[in-house]
């Protein structure tokens, strides 16, 4: 039977205020999260052929699973896996602006890192309904909806992903997504991403 659990936040629930919320934080990992993971371990109860594999091995073979399982573990496996990026993506002495290798490719790719963030920031606000934006290794931008993952459409992981369902900020910023997108800015972890950029494959 597969066990996936749920992973400890890299920092207490607060620790992201006043940008993102305790109150968020704490939902968003201690219930919607581990709502994720038990679901895609519910998912995985009576397939025993995966219960070895990992949350990115499912997600990047979803046409192996059962037709009874696949659209749970897309689902809930991408919830699971793409919060668990989520956390790390984000840090309380996050925010500014990276440095190194992945500040001058975004320079170069985007014009300035302003810009960077612009584009970004005007894909997130514009996925319809719930979804994600991601930053790909290749420094491109893409857009999933609900827990899709990229990695199911044969990609590489992203090395930066932001979550726009509402669940991720209506409580702090209602329906002003975009307030939540600006204020989100200040919690980028960009060392992790650079970490991330500087490992692609
Ligand atoms: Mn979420």
């Given at each position: 039977m597969s066990t996936f659990q749920l992973p400890d936040l890299?920092?207490?629930?607060?620790?992201?205020?006043?940008?993102?919320s305790a109150d968020i934080m704490e939902l968003h990992h201690k219930h919607h999260h581990q709502t994720y993971v038990d679901k895609l371990n519910e998912a995985l109860e009576d397939l025993p052929d995966f219960a070895d594999k990992s949350v990115e091995w499912l997600l990047a073979n979803l046409?192996?699973?059962?037709e009874s399982a696949r659209t749970q573990v897309r689902n809930q496996g991408g919830g699971h896996y793409n919060h668990s990026q989520f956390w790390q993506w984000?840090?309380?002495?996050?925010?500014g602006t990276p440095s190194g290798e992945l500040a001058e490719s975004l320079t170069e790719r985007y014009g300035s890192f302003e810009k960077f963030t612009e584009v970004f920031g005007d894909s997130a606000s514009k996925v319809f309904g719930s979804g994600w934006v991601w930053l790909m290794p290749d420094l491109s931008i893409e857009t999933s909806h609900?827990?899709?993952?990229?990695l199911s459409e044969g990609k590489p992981a992203p090395i930066l992903g932001l979550d726009v369902w509402e669940h991720a900020y209506y409580l702090d910023y209602t329906y002003k997504r975009p307030e939540y997108i600006d204020a989100w800015w200040h919690v980028v972890n960009w060392d992790e991403v650079a970490r991330r950029y500087e490992h692609k494959a």
């Open positions: 890299p920092y207490a629930y607060d620790a992201l205020a006043p940008y993102i046409d192996t699973v059962p984000m840090s309380p002495q996050g925010g609900n827990q899709d993952s990229p």
